[in-house]
Nanobody, 125 residues
Framework: QVQLVEFGGGLVQAGGSLRLSCAAS????????MGWFRQAPGKEREFVAAIMWRYGSTVYADSVKGRFTISRDNAKNTVYLQMNSLKPEDTAVYSC??????????????????WGQGTQVTVSS
C-alpha cells in the first residue's frame, strides 16, 4: 500500500522560502509520477508541480514557474518542493500525490490515486 507523508509546512513572510518534503513508501517509485497540489480555502485543488521519478522530467504551473522547484532523492524515496519568493496567494494546504505511470506527466488531480494528508503553508504579507 502506497503511503505518502508530507513535512515542512509553516508560516513564512512574503518573499521567504520553505521546503516541503514528501516521504513515500509501499511502492516501486521508479515507475511513478509524483505531484504537488494545493488547495486554498473556498477554492478548488490546483496543480503546482510534478516530476517523473525515473527520468526527473518536471512540469510546473505557470503561477509558480521560476519560484518553485520539484526534485526527488532516490535513496530516501522522498520528493521535495522548494518554494522561494513566496507570496500571500501561495497560502494553501499542500499535498503530494502519486500515480504509477511512465507516460506524459499529468496536471489532473483525479489521475493520482495516492495522496498524503497535506501540510499547511501560510504566507503573511
Amino acid at each position: 500500500q502506497v503511503q505518502l507523508v508530507e513535512f515542512g509546512g509553516g508560516l513564512v513572510q512574503a518573499g521567504g522560502s520553505l521546503r516541503l518534503s514528501c516521504a513515500a513508501s509501499g511502492g516501486t517509485f521508479s515507475i511513478y509520477h509524483m505531484g504537488w497540489f494545493r488547495q486554498a480555502p473556498g477554492k478548488e485543488r490546483e496543480f503546482v508541480a510534478a516530476i517523473m521519478w525515473r527520468y526527473g522530467s518536471t512540469v510546473y504551473a505557470d503561477s509558480v514557474k521560476g519560484r518553485f522547484t520539484i526534485s526527488r532523492d532516490n535513496a530516501k524515496n522522498t520528493v521535495y518542493l522548494q518554494m522561494n519568493s513566496l507570496k500571500p496567494e501561495d497560502t494553501a494546504v499542500y499535498s503530494c500525490a502519486a500515480r504509477q505511470s511512465l507516460g506524459v506527466l499529468t496536471r489532473t488531480p483525479a489521475e493520482y490515486p495516492y495522496w498524503g494528508q497535506g501540510t499547511q503553508v501560510t504566507v503573511s504579507s
